[in-house]
């Protein structure tokens, strides 16, 4: 362990570590502009200077390793000249258009200008200009602010696996530029806004929307998908201005997915504001008052018989309300409620029989990698990132079985059929011998391979031959909390798929449909069901419901999800609810008193306790639990060799009611995804 | 000097191989296992010439440069991103990635070049045939280029045509040669004034007693 001195500070750090990390442990700011913690290290910008004794010259302290007995000044004279001769470099050819730059006020470049750089510019001559480009229809690109710090083409590269930048030309001719016109068709390329430090890439949607230091920063939880990525709301007024990423090393490091980053213009669109009555003789949905719209759901689940009364939590549903519903059916007598609307038809014993077990950074202890159903880069694709990570550092083996899927690292496809997985169990050779000779096998099965119809036997399959490294993705954000809080059928009542042939073939009154639109409700639901829906936005399940009322989406409320691993977390409000809209668990509270079984809690904080006292587990927050896996059943039954494996949602920008409603997540899936298909249909029609 | 290209354009042809395969192969095993995106540097040049060849074979006046399908299907020999290639072919000013003249004319303009008067040869070619610097001419023939220092200041000025150095240089000179290049009468390369390699220009001044018993005077 090399031992040097930094500013007269003595440091003792780990080999390989270099001088800016060392300086940065001991809290001496260095500037830099190339350097990324997560990148690869060029060395290019040259603004991390540093003086090192016995150096003829000022070294890089970026890609200059510690070494024993150095002695490091970062703030002599000699630096501060080298790096203000640096800065002016980089200025003469970045244009003094601040004012409308969008990265103003948050630009590694201007702060470091103004904290490094000198107090003029003795440049006289033409600035060069660089012709935009059209990467990403959520990336907005001014070319001519680059410099050429070369974090993009690396984190194409490194983090997203689509090489498509690259720095071309050189001297003063050198841009950033992809080859011969490609986008950056990646699920991430949101994060190249964040890791560029100038002004050069910047977000579309927010372009020319506001200053960061109009913006109210409120820290909170994603939910796109099941990870419950760390996000910061950033707002102004009762608007959405933005969502960031946060830190968080065990969930998603520094980055977040285009649909996490760019559907909150989705939060705007298609609300529901107010309560909706269908009125019986025209048969549209009428505007109506709290009073009149409680009145007639508590009428009409007074008057049904409770064996026909049903209940289901959609994909985006908290903890809290999911707990306040359950509650409130069971008060009055209805046991057919069910949070897994897609059908999963697994009932699993305890928490570790369908989390996440080995955790999202786990991934980075795997030495065999086996999915199963699922396709990481459309599910979770920050999760993806994680193993595509490992992946690059250690060369991990993988595996999977399960519909095609275009993965942005080396895999071995073993197939779509669970009759695959069967002779996955009894093989010996190629990755089967790998994965079951690795101290720690890791097989990642996909929600979408347990809503089949054979889901127990390919439960049963992956728990034999995954052992202790069992894994569930779940792909929505709250089906964890409702396996939680068993938000499932109660004592013989009815699971979700029973509910909706019940319902087709007239044996249920009333359904309650609590944030669902996943489904295809004018099939799934008989005309005779009287449909109540909560949720907030006039999607699939508001368009079929007799009576709607209006919640709030998951920047409006304070309220608990629960991700893929099993981790609780609080998420934070960070805009008022639009109109008369009602916390969810608020419009469930005032139901049952309409009713008459009023729930015993009159606060968010007496229900949170009354969720505590039954799981206390959820009480952890921000914890990785080692939940407790049961023992594996042997007669699982057989699998349907009929059926491949196949993906509930084929398109990864249009999953949940949010993102439908956004503009920007309709471009993503026109460029990305449809695009694609007619590209693959054309072919395939020519070939035929 | 800025490079021109354009990989969208009508002349790039839509597919590229190489005919020499075993020369590709060859070229490859030069490099260690496992670091053979190295020899992507040799595997453009050898791409460049080989459109050089058939070009002449052709009958067409155009020299050697390298289309985008090339560098897609060396990208797709080496296993690396295309993106890559390009950034390669697009930094190092030997690669040309636009058609360029059956003479590729390029002006060495650095300093020592610069002081014995490279400007004036420069603007003498360019007035001659009548186009500037990064273009070519109608027939096809020459293309001018102004390059960085090519490693014969003691001959300055000097000029890189094809493979080959002209030096000691002066308006009249290159005029001559390019005459004579057209005319495809053979040109000596070298030094133009008669002086043997890089040797002093009046003769040597020192070590001339070896210099003779070498028979180098």
Not at chain 1, 258 to 287: A, C, H, I, Q
Not at chain 1, 339 to 363: K, T
Request: net charge negative; glycine share 8%.
């Amino acid at each position: 362990m090399p031992k040097l001195t930094i500013d007269g500070i003595e440091i003792e750090v780990e080999a390989g570590t270099s001088i800016l990390q060392a300086a940065e442990q001991l809290g001496i700011e260095i500037p830099r502009f190339c350097y990324h913690d997560r990148l690869s290290v060029p060395a290019n910008c040259r603004m991390c200077l540093v003086e090192l004794e016995g150096a003829p010259k000022p070294v890089a302290s970026c890609a200059m390793a510690c070494g024993d007995n150095m002695v490091v000044k970062t703030s002599s004279e000699r630096v501060k000249k080298a790096r203000s001769g640096v800065m002016e470099f980089l200025l003469i050819n970045h244009p003094l258009d601040c004012p409308i730059c969008d990265q103003g006020g948050e630009c590694d470049l201007q702060d470091q200008a103004y904290a490094y750089g000198g107090d003029g510019s003795r440049y006289e001559e033409a600035k060069r200009a660089v012709s935009g480009k059209d990467i990403s229809p959520v990336i907005k690109t001014f070319m001519t602010r680059c410099i050429n710090c070369t974090r993009c083409v690396r984190f194409v590269e490194e983090i997203a696996g689509v090489p498509v930048l690259g720095q071309m030309n050189r001297g003063e001719d050198a841009k950033i530029d992809t080859f011969v016109g490609r986008m950056v068709e990646s699920e991430l390329s949101g994060n190249l806004v964040d890791v560029c430090p100038v002004g050069a890439l910047t977000s579309k949607p927010y372009n020319y929307k506001a200053r960061p230091w109009e913006l109210k920063k409120v820290e909170t939880i994603d939910v796109m998908d099941g990870l419950g990525c760390n996000i910061r709301v950033d707002v102004r007024g009762n608007e959405v201005m933005r969502v960031l990423p946060r830190l968080h090393e065990e969930i998603n490091e520094e980055w977040i997915d285009d649909k996490t980053r760019y559907s909150y213009d989705g939060l705007k669109k298609n609300r529901l504001d107010r309560p909706y009555v269908r009125d019986v003789s025209s048969g549209k949905l009428r505007e109506s008052s709290w009073e009149e719209a409680l009145s007639v759901v508590a009428g009409k689940l007074k008057e049904a018989d409770k064996s026909k009364i049903g209940a289901m939590a959609g994909n985006l549903c908290d903890v809290e309300a999911m707990m306040a519903l359950k509650d409130f059916m069971v008060s009055i007598g209805c046991n057919n409620i069910d949070c897994r609307v897609d059908g999963m038809n697994i009932l699993p014993e305890n928490r570790g029989d369908y989390l996440f077990n080995a955790g999202i950074a786990g991934i980075e202890e795997a030495d065999a990698i086996l999915l199963v159903g699922t396709n990481p880069r459309k599910d979770a694709a920050i999760l993806n990132a994680r193993i595509r990570k490992h992946w690059l550092n250690k060369n991990v083996p993988i595996a999977l079985i399960g519909e095609y899927a275009e993965l942005n690292y080396d895999y071995e496809y073993l197939g779509d059929n669970p009759a695959d997985l069967k002779s996955f169990k009894g093989a010996r050779t190629g990755f089967a011998k790998i994965f079951k000779d690795a101290k720690n096998p890791m097989l990642i099965l996909g929600s979408d391979a347990l809503t089949r119809s054979d889901a127990a036997a390919i439960y049963g399959l992956a728990r034999e031959i995954a052992g202790e490294g069992f894994n569930v993705l779940h792909k929505v954000a709250s089906r964890v909390g409702g396996l939680d809080i068993g938000f499932l059928p109660q004592k013989d009542g009815m699971n979700a798929i029973d509910m909706f042939e019940a319902s087709v073939s007239g044996a249920l009154d009333v359904l309650y449909l609590f944030g669902v639109d996943e489904v295809n409700l004018d099939l799934m639901v008989g005309r005779n069901t009287f449909v109540i829906y909560q949720g907030h936005h006039g999607d699939h399940g508001a368009m079929r419901a007799d009576v709607v009322l209006p919640g709030v989406a998951y920047t409006e409320k304070e309220a608990i999800y629960v991700n893929t691993e099993g981790r609780s977390q609080l998420s934070r409000k960070a805009v008022c609810a639009l109109g008369d809209a009602k916390e969810d668990w608020k419009i469930i509270r005032a139901l049952s008193e309409k009713y008459g079984r009023k729930l015993p809690y009159d606060n968010i904080l007496q229900l949170r306790e009354r969720i505590f006292a039954d799981y206390p587990f959820l009480a952890e927050f921000d914890v990785k639990p080692d939940a407790k896996m049961s023992k594996i059943i042997k007669n699982y039954g057989e699998i349907d060799k009929n059926q491949k494996f196949y993906s509930l949602t084929p398109d990864f920008y249009m999953t949940n009611p949010i993102c439908r409603s956004s503009k920007v997540m309709a471009e993503c899936s026109n460029r990305f995804v449809k695009s694609k298909e007619e590209i693959e249909t054309k072919i395939s029609g020519a070939a035929e | 000097m800025k490079k021109h290209y354009d990989l969208h354009a009508d002349y790039q042809p839509t597919d590229f191989s190489f005919i020499d395969k075993k020369k590709v192969k060859e070229i490859i095993s030069r490099y260690p296992k496992g670091k053979q995106q190295s020899a992507v540097m040799p595997l453009l040049d050898f791409a460049q010439r080989q459109v050089a060849e058939e070009n002449k074979k052709a009958g067409s006046p155009y020299g050697g440069w390298i289309p985008r399908a090339a560098m897609d299907k060396i990208a797709e020999i080496l296993d690396m991103p295309e993106v890559k290639v390009y950034e390669v072919a697009s930094f190092y000013s030997m690669y040309n990635l636009e058609p360029v003249g059956k003479y590729l004319v390029q002006f060495c303009g650095t300093t020592p070049c610069h002081l014995c008067g490279a400007q004036d040869v420069i603007k003498a070619a360019e007035n001659y045939l009548g186009i500037s610097l990064g273009e070519t001419t109608v027939d096809g023939i020459f293309t001018l280029m102004e390059v960085e220092c090519l490693g014969a200041c003691v001959n300055a000025p000097m000029v890189q045509i094809n493979d080959d150095y002209y030096e000691d240089l002066t308006p009249e000179i290159m005029i001559q040669i390019l005459d004579d290049l057209k005319a495809g009468k053979k040109v000596s390369i070298g030094s133009q004034t008669g002086r043997r390699c890089s040797m002093s220009a009046c003769g040597p001044t020192t070590l001339s007693e070896q210099a003779k018993k070498c028979g180098v005077v």
